[in-house]
């Protein structure tokens, strides 16, 4: 779908991988896959929201070249 800030974009709500799997490149071809899934469907970005205390899977994003444009705030009700 697309939106005003990121314009079309894939939507990823938490990447998670099983701890056994971690640092073995599955991320990472994970990643790969949805970009290239993105991109033939005329995506102009990735997006992912990750929880702030996910530090390590942060790094992760960060290597695989992923910023963080904004912060998304809640009130809760």
Do not use: M, W
């Amino acid at each position: 779908y697309a939106d005003i800030f990121s314009g079309r974009k894939c939507y990823v709500d938490d990447l998670v991988t099983t701890e056994g799997r971690r640092s073995s490149g599955v991320g990472h071809a994970l990643i790969e896959h949805l970009a290239a899934r993105a991109r033939a469907c005329g995506c102009d970005n990735l997006v992912l929201d990750s929880g702030t205390q996910r530090t390590h899977a942060h790094k992760f994003y960060f290597r695989e070249g992923f910023v963080i444009p904004s912060f998304n705030f809640r009130k809760a009700l």
